[in-house]
């Protein structure tokens, strides 16, 4: 079973950044796709950012430019470095890990709040 551990959320105030962090089981890492997706009470999952096993990243309009997704297949981990944060972008941030087979692993999740 793929097992994937998030870390790095916080509290910020508006402006500032954060970087998150998700180790991915060995076994899987180098052949799925990750990605982080966000989720506030009352609201769907949402998609927020996506890199494939080759680095091709993809990201949802409303953090473009803002948010960048990297992977380091060596270490088997997935990072989120989120900068100008907005108020907006406070949620539950989770990891998520697609095997080429279609199975969803995700992690439990990390809380990121953001202040005005």
């Known amino acids: 079973q793929v097992q994937l551990v998030e870390s790095g959320g916080g509290s910020v105030q508006a402006g500032g950044s954060l970087r998150l962090s998700c180790a991915a089981s060995?076994?899987?890492?180098?052949?799925?796709?990750m990605g982080w997706y966000r989720q506030t009470p009352g609201k769907q999952r949402e998609l927020v950012a996506t890199?494939?096993?080759?680095?091709?990243?993809n990201y949802t309009d409303s953090v473009e430019g803002r948010f960048t997704i990297s992977r380091d297949n060596a270490k088997n981990t997935v990072s989120l470095q989120m900068n100008y944060l907005k108020p907006e972008d406070t949620a539950v941030y989770y990891c998520n890990a697609l095997a080429p087979w279609g199975d969803n692993a995700w992690g439990q999740g990390t809380q990121v709040t953001v202040s005005s």
């Open positions: 060995r076994s899987v890492f180098g052949i799925s796709r």
């Open positions: 890199i494939t096993t080759y680095g091709s990243t």
